[in-house]
């Protein structure tokens, strides 16, 4: 079955990085797309960034564009996110998931990163 | 890009039949397919619709998704309401400038 874990998330002031982790098991990972999708605490889902199967191509919502990186380690399974310059609205809980034909087929259970001084 | 627009909260009785709707701003509805996801008090989103009109495996075939042209919207009707069904839902779709998008959410009291 497909497992998405992330982790990385805690406290941060703004101004400060922060790297999340999205360990992936249960399918072939270096097949498929995946992104990052947050959520503010009590509103709606936001994409973050999306990189593609072979991290060929890498896309970015206008908002953290510049600030953060997605990346992917094909040989440990793992998803990343780099994210640099925080500011208090990007405190939110940040889901991995996992692409297909351009829509989330399955999502991790969230961190919850807080930028906050 | 465009933007999805979604009624902020539906209501509806168990046994009755609930429509949310998903307007899309700008470009056709058609152009690229609409997901719709569910997402439980304190839980992670599931996808209960995906390509306008597909249901997952596991997914009751009291959700149903349509998309209409002529009012630029796409809508999830869930029939025979639950309670286990109350939750925030959010339609999603994806731009061709390689952005995904997001509706605001509604949520759903069964009540």
């Known amino acids: 079955q497909v497992q998405l874990v992330e982790s990385g998330g805690g406290v941060v002031q703004p101004g400060g990085s922060l790297r999340l982790s999205c360990a992936a098991s249960?399918?072939?990972?270096?097949?498929?797309?995946m992104h990052w999708v947050r959520q503010a605490p009590g509103k709606g889902l936001e994409w973050v960034a999306f990189?593609?199967?072979?991290?060929?191509?890498?896309y970015y919502a206008d908002s953290v564009k510049g600030r953060f990186t997605i990346s992917r380690d094909n040989s440990k399974n793992t998803l990343y996110l780099q994210m640099n310059s925080l500011r208090a609205e990007d405190t939110a809980v940040y889901y991995c998931?996992?692409?297909?034909?351009?829509?989330?087929?399955?999502w991790g259970q969230g961190t919850l990163v807080t930028v906050s001084s | 890009n465009f933007m999805l627009t979604q009624p902020h909260s539906v209501s509806e009785s168990p046994g009755k039949t609930v429509t949310i709707s998903c307007t899309r701003s700008?470009?056709?509805?058609?152009?690229?397919?609409v997901q719709w996801y569910q997402q439980r008090p304190g839980s992670s989103p599931t996808t209960v619709i995906y390509?306008?009109?597909?249901?997952p495996s596991g997914v009751p075939d009291r959700f149903s998704g349509s998309i209409d042209s002529s009012s630029n919207s796409a809508s999830l009707t869930i029939s025979g309401l639950k309670t286990e069904d109350e939750a925030d839902y959010y339609c999603?779709?994806?731009?061709?400038?390689?952005?995904?998008?997001f509706g605001g959410g509604t949520k759903l009291t069964v009540l």
């Open positions: 998931a996992k692409d297909y034909l351009f829509y989330f087929d399955y």
């Open positions: 249960g399918f072939t990972f270096s097949s498929y797309g």
């Open positions: 990189i593609r199967y072979d991290g060929s191509n890498k």
């Open positions: 700008s470009g056709s509805i058609a152009s690229n397919y």
């Open positions: 390509e306008d009109n597909q249901r």
């Open positions: 999603q779709s994806y731009d061709s400038s390689n952005h995904w998008v």
